[in-house]
């Protein structure tokens, strides 16, 4: 089976950085690209990032460029996603996905930016 469990949310003040994991397993995670898609409450799904198979440099949505990075490691099957000058308007539960797939998400995280 597919499992996707994304780790590492919690309160954080604005300004504030928070870095987040999602654990792969159950498919050859180094043939996909991964996404990161967030979703606040009462709002519909909005992608984040995607990174390719090999790694590099992730593509990324207008209201995060610049604030956030993404990377995996392929020998580890962990995606990552280092998120640095949070917002309030980031508080969302975050979750991974193969590819840009919203519908593979497993476990989400909350992340709370609130001062």
């Known amino acids: 089976d597919v499992q996707l469990q994304a780790s590492g949310g919690g309160e954080v003040q604005p300004g504030g950085s928070l870095r987040l994991s999602c654990a792969a397993s159950?498919?050859?995670?180094?043939?996909?690209?991964m996404s990161w898609f967030r979703q606040a409450p009462g709002e519909k799904p909005e992608w984040v990032s995607s990174?390719?198979?090999?790694?590099?440099?992730?593509i990324y949505a207008d209201s995060v460029k610049g604030r956030f990075t993404t990377s995996r490691d392929n020998a580890k099957n962990t995606l990552y996603l280092q998120m640095d000058s949070l917002k309030p308007e980031d508080t969302a539960v975050y979750y991974c996905?193969?590819?840009?797939?919203?519908?593979?998400r497993g476990q989400g995280t909350l992340v709370t930016v609130s001062s």
């Open positions: 159950g498919f050859a995670f180094s043939d996909y690209t």
């Open positions: 990174i390719g198979r090999a790694g590099g440099t992730g």
């Open positions: 996905t193969r590819q840009s797939d919203f519908g593979s």
